[in-house]
């Protein structure tokens, strides 16, 4: 009786196990990664390790049909130990994977285990069965999760000659993906940063070309201010002639890069931008010496005034020595063209002199 009892709580809960291994292998099968393998024509590494996973789990479904021809026999037993027998027993037989032939003996074709080893021989396949496939899932989702925004980013941009080479490249290393994931890509590395670029470029194109454009144009207006100047200084400074550089007109430098629009916008943008930047930079810096110019003349000038001034404060008004002096550095400063070097070495000698006299009347 004991017996029997026992033998019926061990019946139910392998039944139970059974139903638990039916649920585990149905979720098996329709795991994701496991979808992804039989739905593919794969390559690589991936098609070598899934040969051999798809053999294992063919395998395991026969040993979960020998775990339950082994349970219907034992549920359809009224004999006790016969039940126990083939609950507890090594009952469960099952065909080896490569027969070996012993020394002495014929090939062995089968084992024999018990249902709670089966059991542990099952979980074991199944554990190394999912994590394949959830490797093989984390790789390919990984990639796409790359490519993916690329390819959508690629997707609304017009089809320029560049363009249409990266969407190439994309689909192919998306169809290297899926066929393979479990092997890297090292030529998919940089495609995102050059999507990227080239979406960068293409959409704030026509942003870049204004401002290029802008640019010119401002170049151009401070040209005009610094050839008005370079007369003034050409005319009234001798010695001072920095060269006012031709600048070329925006109309001309945009119209050109339309024309070649859109194969090689990206090489004519940057050369368009690069210039204009320079062109600027140059007036700038010729503004600047021609400035420079009239503002030193300017500050002879008001030092000899200072001076003067400070003479006459001193008492030093009717000096002839002084005012002779002055009368030279004034006419050097006054004079067209004027001489800067001769008007700052005047200056200077004119300003020595005035200190000399107020230190010697202390």
């Known amino acids: 009786m004991d017996a029997g009892l026992d033998g019926d709580a061990e019946l139910a809960r392998l039944r139970a196990e059974s139903d638990r291994v039916a649920q585990a292998l149905l979720a098996m099968d329709d795991h994701p990664g496991h979808r992804l393998l039989r739905g593919t024509t794969l390559s690589g590494a991936t ?45 469960v037989v099952l065909a080896a994977a490569v027969p070996a ?23 074991g396949r199944y554990a190394e069965l999912t994590a394949l496939f959830d490797e093989v899932h984390g790789a390919w989702s990984a990639r796409l999760a790359v490519l993916d925004p690329a390819a959508a980013r690629l997707a609304g941009l017009a089809g320029a000659p560049p363009v249409e080479r990266l969407r190439a490249e994309v689909a192919a290393a998306h169809a290297r993906a899926v066929a393979d994931p479990l092997t890297p890509d090292p030529a998919a590395a940089d495609l995102p940063d050059r999507v990227a670029g080239a979406a960068a470029l293409l959409e704030g194109f026509d942003a870049r070309a204004a401002e290029a454009a802008a640019t010119v144009a401002r170049a151009e207006a401070l040209r005009a201010e610094v050839v008005a100047l370079r007369a003034v200084v050409v005319a009234e400074i001798a010695g ?30 940057a050369e368009v931008e690069s210039a204009a930047g320079a062109v600027l930079e140059r007036m700038k810096a010729v503004a600047e010496q021609l400035a420079g110019s009239v503002a030193r003349r300017a500050e002879l000038r008001g030092r000899l005034d ?31 063209p004027c001489d800067l070097r ?11 002199a005035v200190r000399d006299r107020t230190e010697a009347a202390r």
């Open 306 to 336: 200072a001076y003067r001034a400070k003479a006459t404060a001193r008492g030093h008004a009717e000096d002839a020595a002084l005012s002779a002096l002055h009368r030279q550095a004034r006419d050097v400063l006054r004079a067209v």
């Open 47 to 91: 098609a070598r390790r899934w040969e051999s996973a798809n053999a294992a789990m063919v395998g395991l479904w026969e040993w979960f049909d020998a775990y339950r021809a082994v349970l219907a026999q034992a549920s359809a037993t009224r004999d006790a130990a016969e039940r126990r027998r083939l609950l507890t027993g090594p009952e």
């Open 240 to 269: 001072e002639h920095p060269a006012t550089p031709e600048v070329s007109g925006p109309a001309g430098a945009l119209a050109a890069l339309r024309v070649r629009f859109p194969d090689v916008r990206e090489q004519d943008l």
């Open 101 to 123: 032939r012993t020394l002495t003996g014929p090939a062995v074709a089968s084992e024999r285990i018990t249902l709670t080893e089966l059991v542990t021989r099952m979980k």
């Open 342 to 352: 001769a008007g700052t070495v005047a200056v200077a000698r004119y300003q020595r």
